[in-house]
């Protein structure tokens, strides 16, 4: 069974402090995304990541995909409460044509 | 563009009831999926198709149905609902051709089995 555990599972932290959301698996991904959900709607894509120790920066949110592509970071600098939301996972096998979720990490930033 | 579109937003369904759960998109994807979540389990892949004509289970399958018979449209039906079936249901389209499956997703579908 291929897995792809979020950390943490929930946070709460105030406005304008950083925070960072891991995703592991022992599995080799071609790509991982990440997406958001706010309550009563569906996921959104974030960003995809291809390249082992590739970064991308979407504003204040900071992606890397790890060198051996079986783990990916989120960190949110100064984080503000429209940050609010359930953080997804999702890493793609080429392989069989899967994509593995992460069972998500609930963000909520107290103004 | 509308994007995914689902409908309903909510049903409330007795076991042994049965319905269709519709999906369209108007992006001219060729995959789409069915998904259900529920709380600390993250998405779930329920039913998947990579083209009209062309549908394969996913991880929980048991208990829905799909069909495919345009690209725009994915129907998904629950045969026989029963309280395990309580959950958020959504669908989700992707192009082919990118190589990532990177998904689209519609505003879901809460659903209740009493």
């Known amino acids: 069974t291929q897995l792809l555990e979020q950390s943490p599972q929930f946070l709460s932290i105030q406005e304008g402090e950083n925070l960072t959301v891991y995703c592991n698996s022992s599995s080799v991904f071609s790509s991982l995304q990440w997406y958001r959900q706010e309550p009563g709607e569906g996921p959104v894509l974030l960003v995809t990541v291809v390249t082992g120790g590739e970064v991308k920066k979407l504003k204040r949110l900071t992606f890397q995909f790890g060198d051996a592509r079986k783990d990916s970071s989120l960190h949110i600098t100064a984080a503000q409460p429209g940050d609010t939301g359930l953080y997804l996972c999702?890493?793609?096998?080429?392989?069989?044509?899967?994509?593995?979720w992460g069972a998500g990490t609930k963000l909520i930033i107290k103004p | 563009n509308a994007g995914v579109t689902q409908t309903p937003k909510f049903q409330v369904l007795k076991t042994g009831q049965s319905m269709t759960l519709q999906c369209a998109q108007d992006?001219?994807?060729?995959?789409m999926s069915w998904y259900r979540q529920d709380p600390g389990m993250g998405l779930r892949l329920i039913h998947y198709s990579v083209g009209a004509g062309i549908t394969d289970q996913g991880e929980v399958p048991n208990g829905y149905n799909v069909s495919r018979s345009t690209t725009e449209d994915f129907p998904l039906r629950l045969l026989s609902a029963a309280p395990s079936q309580t959950s958020v249901y959504f669908c989700a389209s992707s192009p082919a051709g990118t190589g990532t499956y990177e998904q689209y997703f519609g505003p879901g579908t809460r659903l209740t089995v009493t």
């Open positions: 992006m001219n994807h060729e995959y």
């Open positions: 999702a890493g793609f096998m080429d392989s069989n044509y899967q994509l593995i």
